[in-house]
């Protein structure tokens, strides 16, 4: 499965950010779905992950309560809604794949679409 997110930008601090993940080339109701994302000079940070059906959810702790992820399978798309953002929660964020189970771990993702640039600004 090819995957492409988009819709970061520069957005205020309190302000809020929906991203969406563009899936093509296969059946998107057989994966699991995840959010990472990486801020200059750290390593890749787990942020969110979705079941196959929507029923399960996960998040990193640093974005409970703000961040709420989603997916439209008829649509083949995958959300993260980010309100209540702050400055630490800029950097790049990517959707990633796997098949079945969700997982909080980077290294069991099989598909990844190149990241989009979220800006904070204080």
């Known amino acids: 499965v090819q995957l492409q997110a988009y819709g970061g930008g520069l957005v205020q601090a309190g302000g809020s950010l929906r991203l969406s993940c563009a899936a093509s080339g296969g059946t998107i109701s057989q994966y699991a779905m995840g959010w990472f994302r990486q801020a200059p000079g750290k390593e890749r940070e787990f942020v969110a992950t979705?079941?196959?059906?929507?029923?399960?959810?996960d998040y990193g702790d640093s974005v409970k309560g703000r961040f709420t992820i989603s997916r439209d399978n008829t649509k083949k798309t995958i959300y993260l809604q980010m309100n209540s953002l702050k400055p630490e929660d800029t950097a790049v964020y990517y959707c990633?794949?796997?098949?079945?189970?969700?997982?909080?771990?980077?290294?069991?993702?099989?598909?990844w679409g190149l990241g989009t640039q979220v800006t904070v600004s204080s």
């Open positions: 990633a794949a796997r098949m079945f189970a969700t997982s909080s771990s980077e290294a069991a993702y099989t598909s």
């Open positions: 979705i079941n196959r059906t929507g029923f399960r959810k």
